[in-house]
């Protein structure tokens, strides 16, 4: 396994993540993604170990709690061997302390969060989504205030935009607070809109990616083609509308390449797509979820090979899009690009 670092932190982590949002089950997303209990959630804990996959994810979101519940229980006996990752901030009820990034509803969360993973510390907290009804500092000071009590080592956000995440950087540079490490997104070969500006903002501010759904919302899995049905059994069917939309001819544009280099390496469709990401700049860890035992040892074979330069360049032509104003003319016109070169270079 790769380690890299973190952001500008001194945390390392794996190049390949575990996510825990299919153990325990409950409702209606969640029950489609998977259904993991303790006993199964050990096994899969036990093969991630195994290959130098140290880092679990998960949300107190993740089956109402249960996520955490049946992860910490995977864990006992070993908790130093792991880096635990998991989230706050979305709705866990209807009342009005029960959503939000304030400074008491923080508290909650990490207690309660703690509580459930059976630990005395969280090594990545990281927000859910962006209070607009609470000031940064409040919630900066509050998530300062945990780390130097030591119940989190290391913090993030997911899911912000630019100017969300670069204003509470803000507050902690001129407050003296604990910075964000990590931004947990959604980046994959159908979804390339981290490209514009979250990934400029974090290689300038030192704040890593952490990547969910890399195979873009289950659509990567080799199982969906051009012309063809839905595959029996998909979650697409029960997921699609809480996932990001995707429009199907890039998804058949990007699966047509996937399936030559699968040809071409002998690697899974999704052994290609995550390794894609890994060589993408300020990515530190790509989450990699797994239904079944199968399923977690066909994406580890992401790891300890590399694409060629050519195969990446036809993989980035498929899966380019026009970027939406004001990004655009950086990329197609000569004078912005002299001003700023990209950090990816553009496939011609």
Known sequence: MEYRRLGASGLHVPALSFGAGTFGGR????????????????????????????????????????SERVLGQALKGRREKALISTKAALPMGDGPADAGTGRARLIRSVEAALTRLGTDYIDLFQLHAFDAGTPVEETVSALDDLVKAGKLRYIGVSNFAGWQLMKSLAAADAHGWTRYAAHQVYYSLVGRDYEWELMPLGHDQGVGAVVWSPLGWGRLTGKIRRGQPLPEGSRLHETAQWGPPVADELLYDVVDVLDELSEETGKTVPQIALNWLLRRPTVASVIIGARNERQLQDNLGAIGWELTADQVARLDKASGRTAPYPYYPYESQEGFARLNPPLIPVAE
Not at 39 to 59: E, I, K, P
């Open 27 to 66: 409702g209606p997303l969640f029950s489609a993604w998977g259904d993991t209990d303790t006993d199964q959630a050990r096994r899969m804990v036990d093969m991630a170990l195994d290959a130098g996959v140290n880092m679990f994810d998960s949300a107190d979101v993740y089956s109402d709690g249960e």
